[in-house]
């Protein structure tokens, strides 16, 4: 979609400016990016009204995931040259807090529901197709995201992506993307492409925490050359704390998704099983208010698509 | 684990509770306290007594193998997944029935204890991630902590068997 084009972009970009490409031209097409992103989001809003209220703080975190994308592209990436702590913010922003705050800001459920009929069933041939579906699977996107963090660090592309503004673009791009992709094959209200079990799912989230940890220890011992060993250090804390945040937000979602699944499921069974105390407890047996806020999502898909019967919500009921 | 459910005498130097929660449940509660316990161990008390409170050990010291630190960053991963899955199991039980705590923390108790025993054994003396201490004589830390583990690991399943429910199904 938006960021698509603007990959596009940058690899036209890239054949015309290979020497001539300053500092500023690149950093102005990654904010014409992000600004598409912004404006596409709040045409579909507009386009989708007809078909319900949208929930705000589903728009609040798209634009809190624009906003990270574009720190960590502005300023940080500016300070990145200079210094490798500021490379691992941008890091930590652009390729893990941007991505996971777009996913849960639902953008292909808005889509669907913003576009009339025809475009949305486009949309999902193209989401359904051979590319995207494979792209999508979690060990593919896992291997996409983890694998272009050890490309990029135990090779000399760390500083190729300093030195060359067009390869630094599309190594930007790659890690917005690929984030974003692994992000939502494991999470996020957007029906997935993939019925994937949630041990799978699982198994892929812990051995991608344990790749990023090992990578941030590595690069503590390792700097890239020509790093200050104490940046380095700084840098690499930064990677693995920083990183640990969003992975254990990304696990409570994950859990968060069991827990819902097994509320529908133990239903019945709690009826047999645990009927007395559930009735003793009163409403408290149909879960705690602080568990219901992730529960909103999964109608919404639902309704999306099974209104639209274009995207089939497969992940909404594999969480088992 | 063997922590789930030891067989032997009925606990009957105790009131048992009144209502036994539903076998599912119970060994739901003791999963996550057991997956609790390690998680907390793994991810927590490490973290926050020994490199930030007192400082004995750091991020990373630099020694380490390959291997080791594959190992160390798939516990890192694993301590923080059991810890979020064991609360949200904790909150499956606690909306299908009454949470039985006291063997819910005997269960975290274990789990503390079966885990720094692995870490003091494993991690520590096998593998060599990191020592305790750096600059002294180990032999009178390693024991403090194993023996710590021990003991913590034999009352969490003293907890757990005396708080077992009565009527016991498997």
């Keep these: 979609m938006d960021q698509n084009q603007g990959q596009h972009h940058e690899q036209h970009h890239e054949q015309h400016h290979e020497q001539s490409f300053g500092a500023v031209p690149w950093e102005v097409l990654a904010m ?288 088992r | 684990m063997s922590t789930a459910a030891p067989t032997g005498r009925s606990p009957d130097d105790r009131p048992g509770p009144p209502e036994g929660p539903p076998v599912g449940t119970d060994r739901r509660t003791v999963l996550s306290g057991f997956l609790f316990g390690c998680g907390i161990a793994a991810s927590m008390i490490d973290l926050f007594v020994f490199h930030l409170g007192l400082q004995w050990h750091h991020f990373y010291d630099l020694s380490t193998t390959e291997v080791a630190l594959a190992a160390d960053g798939a516990l890192h991963a694993l301590g923080w997944f059991i810890t979020v899955w064991s609360l949200f199991l904790l909150a499956d039980v606690r909306r299908r029935a009454e949470v039985a705590w006291r063997r819910w923390t005997g269960a975290v108790l274990a789990g503390v204890g079966a885990f720094q025993l692995f870490d003091g054994v494993v991690d520590h003396k096998l593998l060599g991630i990191h020592q305790i201490r750096y600059g002294v004589d180990l032999l009178p830390y390693d024991t403090a902590w194993i023996g710590s583990a021990v003991v913590v690991l034999v009352i969490g399943l003293l907890v757990l068997r005396r708080t077992r429910p009565v009527a016991t199904g498997g």
């Excluded at chain 1, 090992?214 to 700084?234: E, S």
């Excluded at chain 1, 840098?235 to 097994?262: C, E, P, S, T």
């Excluded at chain 1, 999502?297 to 909404?316: K, L």
Aim: glycine fraction near 12%; proline fraction near 6%.
């Design chain 1, 32 to 319: 014409l990016v992000l600004a598409g992103a912004a404006a596409g989001y709040a045409v579909a809003l507009v386009a989708a009204r007809r078909r319900g209220p949208w929930p705000a703080h589903r728009t609040a975190l798209w634009y809190l995931g624009l906003l990270c994308a574009a720190v960590a592209l502005g300023p940080v990436a500016a300070a990145a040259r200079t210094s490798f702590t500021a490379h691992m913010l941008g890091h930590v922003l652009l390729g893990m807090v941007a991505p996971l705050l777009l996913v849960l800001a639902a953008p292909v459920t808005l889509l669907l529901r913003a576009l009339p009929v025809g475009g949305a069933r486009s949309v999902t041939r193209v989401l359904r197709g051979p590319w995207v579906r494979t792209v999508a699977h979690p060990v593919a996107a896992g291997l996409l995201n983890a694998g272009g963090l050890w490309l990029l660090y135990t090779t000399d592309l760390y500083h190729l992506v300093h030195t060359s503004a067009p390869l630094g673009l599309v190594v930007h791009a790659h890690v917005l993307l690929a984030g974003y992709l692994f992000t939502a094959s494991l999470v996020g209200p957007d029906a997935r492409l993939h019925p994937v079990s949630l041990r799978v799912r699982a198994t892929v989230l812990v051995l991608f925490v344990t790749a990023h940890s090992v990578l941030a220890k590595w690069l503590y011992a390792h700097p890239p050359a020509g790093v200050d060993p104490l940046d380095g250090r700084t840098g690499a804390q930064l990677m693995y704390y920083g990183g640990d945040v969003v992975d254990v937000a990304l696990m409570v979602l994950l859990a968060a998704g069991w827990y819902r699944a097994a509320g529908r499921q133990g239903g019945r069974a709690a009826g047999r099983q645990g009927g007395r105390a559930a009735g003793r407890r009163g409403g408290r047996a149909t879960g705690r208010p602080g568990g219901m806020r992730v529960e909103r999502i999964v109608p919404t898909v639902d309704e999306a698509s099974s209104g639209r019967g274009a995207v089939r919500s497969e992940g909404a009921s594999d969480d």
